[in-house]
């Protein structure tokens, strides 16, 4: 199996905003179960890591269509707030 990387270079932090990198990566590196990761972790690394969506789904126990719908989500542009 191919490893899994980041889509873009991860800076030396081991946080990014409320993410624990370090915890992340040692559930993609098969150091740790999914299950120790939140439903907005396993979206993190659905959308922010490298992989098939089939890979990824096996990876943090969810469907290959959960990981696709994750993606589309994370590319749909913020809805308007209506303005002021």
Not at 22 to 51: N, W
Not at 54 to 63: A, C, D, K
């Amino acid at each position: 199996m191919k490893a899994l990387v980041a889509r873009e270079p991860v800076p030396y932090s081991p946080t990014h905003g409320r993410f624990d990198l370090v915890k992340l990566q040692r559930v993609v590196d098969g150091r740790m179960p999914h299950t120790e990761l939140s439903r907005d972790e396993k979206v993190y690394i659905a959308c922010h890591f490298e992989g098939s969506a089939r890979s990824i789904g096996r990876l943090l126990g969810v469907t290959e269509k959960t990981v696709t719908r994750w993606r589309e989500d994370d590319q749909e542009p913020p809805e308007d707030g209506g303005g002021q």
